[in-house]
């Protein structure tokens, strides 16, 4: 392998055929480097999906009400469920291994307004329980979350974003000041990170206020939006089984049709990071499949040219042999200077391939669909051993032909 005369050997024949060399080695450059950029971008798309699941348990189901469809018990269709608060105590009492739960209520349906001094922003301001901290997985960078003092003395404290403090509060540190939340005054608590990208994408972080300040101050009467929950068994079946569980808890509770599929919204994240998650496999799968194809084309390439480097030196390597070099000899010199090509060739696309990929994931902005499209160092490492073994492919079926040539044939060939 480190024979110096070997060597000598496969860099005099490259550098008697320069051009046919480099052609032959851009074949599996270009094969590796698209697999690199193929696997990349694969790999931004997957990143884009996780982002979007950053501070969302996901083992976690979210149940809205909305309207049914069908009548039930005497009861007529197109009735509106509202979720309350005592569908929270029943959810938590009816569903096994049950971790977290909490209500939602979002302040006027929508966009609110927050005052500071002179300033001031339209915000989406949600009513939450302490545990919804478990549950989106805000991060607190001052002060503390909503605790369960605040929400069983309806506390008017508010939670806000960086966004928010900057927009309101500029460079003041905004801690135990007031603001007003639709004219009603709420002391800020605490201020965690960007939740939705920060202000350069146009978004706006919500503000949590607790759930019964929200329902007793704006008039709520008890009344949530949603309720999320988490659990222990975070298999497909076990979410299946608890969704069930809550849908029917829910649906004795409210009077419906536990098969009627328009009385409630549910979310379940188990299940919809299983879906994604094979959805990507088979991405994956698929930019392989594409990437080893354009490689594979290279590497026959490369075993094309050998056969045809074997049949010019086809005189050389009988008189090789005639001298008592062996069929082992012969075999490891092809081999050699075909991993040598293969080797090189695929060395620089992988390399440019993912110099490239860091180029892209440092100049283009994440975003919820394509984020940091960067190569695994394990995927790295597998593509160079596939450059191995492609480069010992390539030059194998020409290997086995330079060593079944007979001396006297190969004197004789002109």
Same mark, same amino acid.
């Given at each position: ?14 550098? @008697?055929? @320069? ?5 032959? &080695? ?20 997957? =990143? ?6 950053? %501070? ?9 009400? =909305? ?7 005497? $009861?007529?269709? %197109? ?17 096994? *291994? ?40 805000? !991060?607190?960078?001052? *002060?503390?979350?909503? =605790? ?12 806000? +974003? ?77 979410? @299946? ?8 808890? $829910? +649906? ?16 379940? =994240? ?10 990507? %496999? ?15 084309? /290279? ?5 094309? #040219? ?14 090789? @042999?005639?001298? &008592? ?17 293969? /080797?090189?060739? *695929? ?5 440019? /391939? ?11 902005? &994440?975003?919820?669909?394509? !984020?940091?499209?960067? #190569? ?18 390539? /030059? ?19």
């Amino acid at each position: 392998m480190f024979d110096r005369e070997k060597w000598a050997e496969v860099l005099d024949s490259i550098g @008697k055929n @320069k051009l046919r060399a480099v052609l032959t &080695g851009f074949a599996v450059f270009w094969g590796i480097f698209m697999l690199i950029i193929l696997l990349g971008a694969g790999a931004g798309l997957r =990143n884009g999906f996780s982002y979007n699941f950053r %501070n969302t348990a996901t083992n976690s189901i979210r149940i809205w009400g =909305n309207e049914t469809s069908k009548p039930w018990k005497g $009861l007529p269709p %197109n009735r509106t469920i509202e979720l309350e608060d005592a569908d929270i105590a029943a959810l938590r009492n009816a569903i096994p *291994g049950i971790q977290h739960i909490s209500g939602q209520y979002s302040v006027w349906r929508g966009q609110s307004k927050l005052q500071y001094g002179m300033s001031s922003g339209s915000y989406s301001i949600r009513g939450i329980q302490p545990a919804h901290q478990h549950l989106q997985h805000q !991060r607190i960078i001052a *002060g503390r979350f909503i =605790n369960e003092v605040d929400e069983v003395q309806d506390r008017k404290v508010i939670v806000i +974003a960086e966004d928010c403090r900057t927009e309101l509060f500029k460079k003041e540190d905004p801690l135990h000041k007031w603001v007003n939340v639709n004219g009603i005054p709420f002391e800020v608590v605490g201020l965690y990170a960007y939740e939705t990208g920060g202000p350069e994408r146009g978004q706006r972080s919500p503000v949590y206020i607790p759930l019964s300040a929200a329902q007793k101050v704006f008039n709520a009467k008890g009344i949530v939006d949603d309720i999320t929950f988490s659990f222990a068994d975070a298999s497909i079946a076990g979410a @299946k089984r608890a969704e069930q569980r809550a849908i029917h808890t $829910l +649906a004795r509770r409210h009077d419906f049709d536990p098969t009627d599929e328009r009385a409630l919204w549910v979310n379940n =994240n188990v299940e919809n990071v299983g879906t994604m998650s094979s959805i990507f %496999n088979g991405i994956t799968a698929f930019l392989w499949f594409v990437g080893i194809g354009s490689l594979i084309a /290279g590497i026959v390439g490369v075993s094309n #040219i050998m056969l045809i480097v074997v049949k010019e030196r086809t005189r050389e390597i009988g008189i090789r @042999k005639a001298l &008592g070099a062996t069929p082992a000899n012969v075999v490891g010199q092809v081999l050699l200077e075909s991993v040598f090509i293969t /080797g090189m060739a *695929g060395w620089l696309g992988l390399v440019l /391939g993912i110099f490239l990929m860091e180029g892209i994931a440092s100049v283009v902005p &994440g975003s919820e669909f394509f !984020r940091d499209p960067t #190569i695994r160092i394990d995927v790295a490492v597998t593509a160079l051993v596939a450059l191995v073994i492609a480069g010992a492919l390539a /030059g194998f079926i020409p290997a086995r032909r330079a060593a079944a040539i007979r001396p006297i044939e190969a004197l004789r060939d002109e």
